[in-house]
């Protein structure tokens, strides 16, 4: 984020870390004031009506919103020479929630084809470290689950949404577990090898069931494994979408995809098509760091959009309170949740603890934020943020690293000692809460076209609670993988093109709309990747 702030220089604001007796100040502002001054959501600039498309006149945040209203990568005489594949559902993204919808339409009898971007497995899925919400508790309800997740997300969540994905939630761990996931189990004397329950921030009871702090790592593990052994799923690993196919009638039926290796364009033909292509973290909106993996440029949208699919909440993203601050190169890694949930407390530059560290995600960062602005942050080598004071939770439980050990490698990382050494931390460009609208199967406004996961909207409302994230990609793509599966055309009936494409465009020269940026970007602009020159794609775009 540009900084314009100054704060208290590191080494005063670590002696008065330690001088602390870390009472909360208790001066929090009301939520929505917080918000509206402080959340970069709210701030001047942060979103644009859309002019064009299916969501004409909706807010959309204006970096997005240039993707969403640009120009193709390619054109019809760029697919002369494209290998042409079929296959019943095409999944496009290589995380959990496609590893689930490929698995799940496999057991529903289709043959699937998987697109990844990058390899299977590179996705945020595998950074979500904190857990998974299930109400299995028995403190814990349904109904609990449910109203924390409406209360978390502003009231904005599709309601039905909500109550089919926690109803789904104690099934999914079941799943997960016959897939050989493993969970901790709670200890002392009655547990009984019962799940280990933890608080998360906005949460009325325990609820997050997790592994250590790697919990989406290890639910990757095997994901991945039951895809790689499932004999009706072909993987194309580095293989990134670039544009949907649509037949005459509007419904999608395919994808056109770029070969990496092969440097060639590959059409692939499908009676349905889910996509699966996460968040827009690395389009590091408003100059924030991200905790996203590389691939995370909202591709998924932009194709979506093109092809007719109604969005939802594109103006919200989730800044998650504890990014690392300090050293730079490190800027924006994630510190879990799961370090908050175990009591550590967030402490300003005067040694002042000033926010209920578990209050929803939006409300913790927005306060760090504000404590930055007004001059009570720590400043070291001009990074700014607070402290996570890390020493005091090691003091009081010297065995929590052995729980936490991605707390232990992060601080490696940063060079420090977390017994001795607090971690600088700000907040991270973290989540896309919005994306495509869905039904309950997780299918969109466009017949043939499902999504699940991270490009979906109306789940989490503008704000999603910890946890929510790993229980959303095993639901919804569970059942929008079995949707795909039973629905679309006879194969032999397929026939796509990008005409969808050229429908749009010509309504952005009727709007007077022009634009030199070339959507999907498939990488970070620091990555330097030109398609068409990559391709040895000749000849100008029309």
């Known amino acids: 984020m540009t900084r314009k702030f100054t704060g208290i220089d590191y080494e005063t604001a670590l002696k008065n870390l330690r001088e602390s007796s870390l009472e909360l100040r208790g001066d929090l502002p009301p939520k929505e004031e917080l918000l509206s001054k402080y959340h970069p959501d709210y701030q001047a600039g942060a979103r644009v009506k ?24 390619i054109d019809d005489y760029d697919l002369s020479r494209a290998v042409h594949l079929n296959t ?24 699937v084809i998987m697109a990844n971007k990058l390899r299977i497995g590179d996705s945020n899925t595998v950074m979500a470290e904190g857990g998974m919400q299930a109400a299995v508790g028995a403190d814990d309800s349904l109904q609990q689950h449910f109203d924390d997740t409406i209360k978390g997300g502003h009231n904005a969540a599709k309601k039905e949404l909500v109550a089919q994905m926690v109803t789904d939630a104690p099934s999914a761990v079941r799943w997960l577990i016959g897939l050989g996931m493993t969970f901790d189990l709670a200890k002392g004397e009655g547990s009984n090898g019962h799940l280990s329950r933890k608080r998360a921030g906005g949460t009325t009871v325990p609820r997050i ?16 494994e039951a895809v790689e052994l499932d004999e009706n799923i072909t993987q194309l690993n580095r293989h990134p979408a670039i544009e949907l196919l649509s037949d005459e009638h509007g419904r999608c039926v395919g994808a056109i995809l770029y070969d990496l290796e092969n440097r060639s364009l590959v059409l692939v033909h499908a009676k349905s098509v889910v996509l699966a292509t ?55 890694a994630l510190i879990s949740e799961a370090v908050r949930s175990a009591g550590t407390k967030l402490v300003n530059g005067l040694g002042e603890r000033f926010v209920d560290e ?10 760090i934020l504000r404590e930055v602005a007004e001059g009570r942050g720590v400043e070291r080598d001009g990074q700014l943020g607070v402290f996570l004071d890390t020493p005091r939770l090691i003091e ?31 907040p991270t460009l973290h989540y896309q809460n919005g994306g495509m609208e869905i039904n309950g199967d997780g299918s969109t406004s466009v017949p043939g076209l499902y999504g699940a996961g991270e490009v979906t909207g109306g789940i989490h409302g503008r704000n999603r ?34 005409d969808h494409v050229h429908n749009l465009q010509r309504e952005m020269t009727r709007a007077g709309l022009h634009s030199d940026v070339k959507a999907p970007v498939l990488y970070p602009d620091y990555g330097k990747f030109d398609l068409r020159e990559h391709a040895g794609l000749q000849g100008e775009q029309s």
């Open 209 to 224: 069931l997790s592994y250590r702090d790697f919990t989406g790592l290890e639910m990757m593990r095997v994901l991945r």
């Open 50 to 73: 859309l002019p064009i498309g299916p969501n004409t006149g909706d807010y959309c945040h204006p970096d997005l919103a240039k993707l969403l209203t640009s120009q193709p990568l």
């Open 465 to 498: 609670l910890m946890g929510n994230a790993l229980l959303d990609i095993i639901s919804f793509g569970r059942r929008a993988g079995i949707a795909a599966a039973t629905s679309g055309l006879p194969l032999k009936k397929v026939r796509g093109g990008v």
């Open 278 to 332: 996460g968040g827009s973290g690395r389009l590091h909106l408003q100059g924030f760091a991200t905790s996203n993996h590389y691939g995370a440029t909202a591709d998924g949208l932009v194709m979506a959009y093109r092809i007719g699919a109604k969005l939802r909440d594109v103006d919200s993203f989730q800044y998650h309170p504890t990014g690392v601050a300090h050293p730079p190169h490190l800027a924006g």
């Open 358 to 367: 578990l209050q929803p995600r939006d409300v913790v960062a927005a306060a």
């Open 88 to 111: 019943d559902v095409l999944v496009i993204g290589g995380g959990g929630a496609g590893a689930a919808a490929a698995l799940s339409a496999t057991e529903a009898g289709a043959r």
């Open 396 to 426: 009081n439980d010297p065995d929590v690293l052995s729980r936490l050990v991605t707390l232990g490698h992060v601080a490696h990382k940063c060079g420090i000692d977390p017994a001795v050494e607090p971690m600088m931390i700000h």
